[in-house]
């Protein structure tokens, strides 16, 4: 996806007597390129620790040998990074193989519980953590940099961008701890069944919240009418989308040639019956009274309440027949029983498959994957080659072991790939270079200021439309005719500034005065020598895809920097670092 970069930068003046400035300039050169606009019916509980998963590879093409470039592709699409103990195991390993471990792999400790390791649920805490988003952003953060199962946060990041929950929406005691369930959530069911994870995320606390199925009651007789929000995003977002689609993703046309709705406003009326009366469930609440200043009190409740799956409260619950998307749900059914039928009918539907899997192609693959991919991806959500649809661990394995993410020929289409998130770029900073914190508390905020930072922070989507949309298409972008690239709503002239700005800072610097700091302790012993410098970040960081126009330009700025003491060799790994990381073949993802 050769939107970032026209033309190639120019070269860069090493003239300054501070080559670490005139790194960043550099780096600003090569970026400032760039542009654009603004399962079952019953749930069961997973093991969060993973269960072994068995793939069918008949359909993909194995490769007698996976080269060192091959292995680190793969990598950076199915996880955050490629280090070098990850490239040798793909290789022994192949991939199906790898993934196949990676599925049950630990995943180490749970957001919810990090939190009250850190001590953030303890209610008499000075600080007030329970009203505070903060420790939502730590908690993420650590998962992201730092937990033992990559392939698991990665596919959990990825669905937290469908099903949408974001701490700027929360506004409740213990938000962070309701936002670090939903992570576990996505988390637990990221290698489970998609139907089972549709109904964990509909009772999920925070999602109750969010979207107002909490305390959402009945019509009153009165003029009141139940709360469509969830009703809407359900299916709009989470499932079958606005217009039918065929197997392969794209739009079924009625004889006029014109789009088919998938759902009209009495679909959304009559299923947002089937979420009333369900509220939080406050059996293990133990409040705590405490002193506020200049007086009075206030009643905090314990944080149980924000891992527990919503329940039926007092006789809030619809007894109406519900008609929507072809079904009715009987009057006076039960509300577990509605729940049921209306989730069944929406994972059942015959748009859900390619809605869901198009959608994961682009957050981990491509923004513009065929319709033939789509559509051999949508058949194993279907039917997973053992009868059971929604399967994800085999839904994300024909993802990355298809022959249009493994293969070579979207190295050298312009309409392939994918421009890398921000967030994104920060884990792979952290990963690949050996990011610690020391005090281990890591606290990485909300870096969602464009012109300073990153402009994008896991959790913190401004709207539940995630922080862009699949159909985006930048404005006076030469794209062809139908492509998208999501991604670019991200991108305008402030955010190209503030990301390389920051970024410099903290590739240097690290994070939160220094606690969060990388190592580089591999980088640092090529530091004398840049072409083998340049050579392992581009294979590492870009899959071997830097161009060579691209290390032409690195390696004069490198070679123009002193490499003698100590000091001298961690700028240039730190110009390099830079260099690479605002490069247009690192930021568009092959």
């Known amino acids: 996806m050769d939107v970032y970069a026209t033309s190639d930068p120019p070269a860069p003046s090493v003239s300054s007597t501070t080559a670490w400035a005139t790194a960043a300039i550099s780096a600003a050169s090569l970026a400032a390129c760039g542009g654009g606009g603004g399962a079952s019916s019953t749930v069961a509980t997973p093991v969060i620790a993973g269960t072994t998963v068995t793939l069918n590879t008949s359909g993909y093409t194995q490769l007698a040998s996976i080269t060192d470039a091959q292995a680190s592709r793969f990598l950076l ?5 490629a280090s070098d103990a990850d490239i040798a195991a793909v290789r022994s390993q192949g991939y199906a193989h790898w993934l196949e471990r990676q599925m049950a792999q630990s995943s180490g400790m749970l957001g919810w519980d990090w939190l009250n390791a850190q001590g953030y649920g303890d209610v008499n805490n000075s600080s007030n953590f329970f009203d505070s988003t903060s420790p939502g952003d730590f908690m993420v953060w650590s998962q992201l940099m730092a937990a033992p199962d990559p392939l698991r946060k990665r596919m959990a990041l990825a669905l937290s961008e469908i099903m949408v929950v974001s701490l700027n929406g929360l506004d409740f005691s213990w938000r962070s701890h309701a936002a670090a369930h939903y992570w576990d959530t996505l988390n637990t069911y990221a290698f489970g069944n998609y139907r089972d994870l549709l109904q964990a995320i509909t009772l999920n606390v925070a999602m109750g919240y969010y979207l107002n199925t909490k305390g959402n009651k009945k019509a009153d007789g009165r003029g009141s009418q139940p709360d469509e929000n969830y009703a809407r995003e359900v299916m709009q977002l989470f499932t079958i989308g606005l217009v039918e689609q065929n197997p392969d993703g794209t739009a079924r046309l009625d004889g006029n040639g014109n789009k088919i709705d998938t759902y009209g406003a009495s679909d959304v009326s009559n299923l947002a019956q089937v979420f009333t009366g369900w509220d939080l469930d406050q059996s293990q609440n133990q409040p705590t009274t405490l002193s506020q200043t200049g007086g009075g009190t206030r009643t905090i409740p314990s944080t149980h309440f924000t891992r527990l799956p919503l329940v039926q409260v007092g006789n809030n619950h619809s007894t109406l027949a519900s008609s929507f998307l072809g079904i009715t749900v009987p009057a006076n059914t039960a509300a577990s029983e509605a729940l049921r039928l209306a989730l069944d009918r929406l994972f059942n539907h015959a748009n859900t498959a390619p809605f869901v899997s198009k959608q994961l192609i682009q957050r981990l693959v491509t923004s513009n994957p065929t319709a033939a991919y789509v559509q051999r991806v949508a058949a194993v959500f279907a039917d997973n080659g053992a009868g059971v649809r929604g399967s994800l661990p085999h839904v994300l394995a ?151 126009a691209s290390q032409s330009l690195i390696l004069t700025a490198l070679n123009a920097m002193a490499s003698s003491t100590d000091a001298q060799k961690r700028n240039r790994v730190y110009a390099a670092v830079l260099l690479v990381m605002a490069s247009s073949d690192y930021l568009v993802q092959k």
């Open 398 to 548: 024909a993802i990355l072991l298809d022959d249009e993410a493994r293969g070579p020929a979207g190295l050298s289409d312009p309409s392939y790939g994918r421009l890398r998130e921000p967030m994104l770029r920060l884990v792979q900073w952290g990963r690949s270079f050996g990011a610690a914190s020391a005090s281990g508390s890591w606290k990485i905020g909300d870096l969602s200021n464009a012109g300073t930072q990153l402009g994008q922070s896991p959790l913190r989507s401004p709207t539940v439309f995630n922080f862009f949309r699949p159909g985006y298409v930048p404005p006076a972008t030469a794209l062809a005719a139908g492509a998208v690239a999501p991604e670019f709503q991200l991108v305008n002239e402030s955010s190209v500034g503030g990301y390389l700005n920051y970024l410099q800072g903290v590739i240097a610097n690290g994070i939160n005065g220094g606690d969060i700091r990388a190592s580089y302790s591999g980088e640092l012993a090529l530091a004398t020598d840049a072409t083998a410098l340049l050579a392992k970040l581009n294979l590492r960081l870009c899959a071997g895809q830097l161009s060579a």
């Open 77 to 81: 699409q199915a996880q955050f990074s």
